[in-house]
């Protein structure tokens, strides 16, 4: 019997191995299929198609594919910008490519750098005389300026194109605040660092009215001479003179509107687009569909034309989206990850150090840490060199301090050299409903900062004092950097926002151009001779690629997908739904922030992956349900 049960015991053990053995299996088969992704094929006879369907961004947000199972809301895609212009010159240069098309059917907007910067690529590819076409459903600013670099642009017969212009209105919710009692205790330096107005003002002041005029001024003119050169025949006087008398005159048709002002080439719909791409490209084999056309994904031509890789590493680590305190991103700088990259280049003896820069700033202890990197890189005696893209304000220029080189572009917004400090505080609002508080203290420190009783007059001054410490440390660091005092960037600083031209001009950038202008002078300061190559640190494809792929429905490689997503309206309705996040965003923003920011007000934040506006709001959803007003 007892040989039996020590034998029975033993065959319950084997059958228990086997069924974990076969179940971990199943798993790691299935963890397999659902994160390796796809083959990127291979180059075809045919058209590159560059489908746009989502933001261009510097550095794509990773998107967690339980979040996404979870959320009520389906992220909007991003698209790193590097990559696609690489893939448009990439297409002059390859004999298999006939032309470019660029399907602008979802296509989300990108910054003005960017837009300029695949501009470029796409003047290349009609250099090598190949024609690009772009096809859209509603073209605003960026598409339109995309659109101005194309050979033939066509638009949906019920889209059409606007043009707006830079600027906009800002939520402002002083007045509102004010009804509920609720105290914003502000601490600042610098006559125009605006981004806490919001929170005690019900308008801008003056001072920020200025800055922003200038600011948007100079960003139009750019705009509007890059179209200018790339489309000539393109009316924008027409468009924004009296846009209602340019739609009256073709009968509220916005696309033939669109026609007539140059802004377009064709109206017709994708079909129709489609057919006349055929006619350049050729049919596509492995499709039956109307409109279907040869052509290869972008995906698909990176892949075969990889970036180089012989020689020197010229070390590329890029601070993107807003700076904050620990290890976020990609997509949002998180200051200590950030940092992390810089010391493994530097462990890794890269011969120069790249920072590529598209940031409005925010944590001033996270830029810190990111500068305390650089100087470490630095201390070795290798040159640094900074390319900023769209933005590098507050914080995205205080990481910028230690370069002996700084690029951007006239159109780059940059500056905004200040700092503050924001805390609401609640007891008013509370003493409305009878509650107070009450205490014995210590020190007039003890129990501060306090949200619910109020702040002391003590750790008022304090804090002030430390943002004016910090403010003093700022402009001492730009000074040295620039070769100026700190009295004369104090004269360009105060919190003041300037284009990238204007930015040249008082000295705060050195010289035009772009990231490989950058990587190539920091090559040429650390001696490489041509025999080098930039390496991008912290940048990898995200492993759940395929699976987030599949959850939202994408298909890079499918060019005969039918009618856009939605016409003109749709494409307003969702950037006005983008426009609505930003200002729950501002709130969150009042009771969210830690610390000093260095942060810019006018600089927009590229788009990240949708969360739930609920858990955005966080603490002031909790308090507005306690007062009864959810």
Known sequence: MIFARKVWHLLVAIKDG????????????????????????????GALLVKLDGTVVEEPAEVDPLDLVLSQAQPEKQHRARDVARAIRAAADDSRIKAVVLDLSSFGGGGQVHMEEIGAAMDAVRAAKKPVLTY???????????????????????????????GGNHLYFGPLLERFKVNVHVFKVGTYKDFVEPYIRDAASAPSQEARRALYAALWEEWKANVAKARPKADIAKVTGD??????????????????AGLVDQVGDKVAF???????????????????????????LLAAHPEASAGKAVAVVTVAGEIVDGKAGPGTAGGERIARLIDKANADDAPALVLRVDSPGGSVFASEQIRGA?????????????SMANLAASGGYWVSTPAQRIFAEPSTITGSIGIFALIPSFERTLAQYGVKGDGVRTTPLSGQPDVMSGLTPEVEQMIQASIESGYGRFIGLVGKSRGKTPEQIDAIAQGRVWDGGTARQNG????FGGLDDAVAWAAQAAKLGDDWHPQFYGRSDNRYASLIERLTGGDEDSADEGAPTSDLAGMVSA?????LASGLDSLRRMMGTRGAQAFCLDCPVPAAPARDARQELGWIARIAGVLGLQ
């Not at 299935?30 to 992704?37: D, G, I, M, N, Q």
């Not at 846009?243 to 007539?260: E, I, N, R, Y």
């Not at 650089?374 to 900074?386: G, N, Q």
């Not at 950037?575 to 426009?579: A, I, L, M, P, V």
């Open 243 to 260: 846009p209602v008398a340019w739609l009256k005159a073709s009968g509220g048709d916005m696309a033939q509107a669109a026609k007539a």
């Open 374 to 386: 650089i100087e470490r890189f630095k201390a070795k005696k290798r040159p640094v060199v900074v």
């Open 508 to 511: 705060l950038v050195d010289q």
């Open 136 to 166: 859209a459903a509603g073209y605003a600013d960026d598409g339109v300026m995309l659109a101005a670099h194309a050979s033939e642009a066509w638009v949906d017969p019920l889209g059409g194109a606007v043009v707006a212009g830079p």
């Open 18 to 45: 086997l069924v974990l053995m076969f179940m971990l299996l199943f798993f790691l088969g299935l963890f397999a299929v659902l994160t390796t992704r796809p083959s990127a094929g291979v180059v075809r006879d």
């Open 274 to 300: 489609g057919e006349r791409v055929k006619q350049i490209v050729g049919e596509d084999s492995a499709s039956t569909r109307p409109g279907s056309f040869a052509h290869t994904s972008m995906a698909a």
């Open 575 to 579: 950037r006005q739904d983008r426009q």
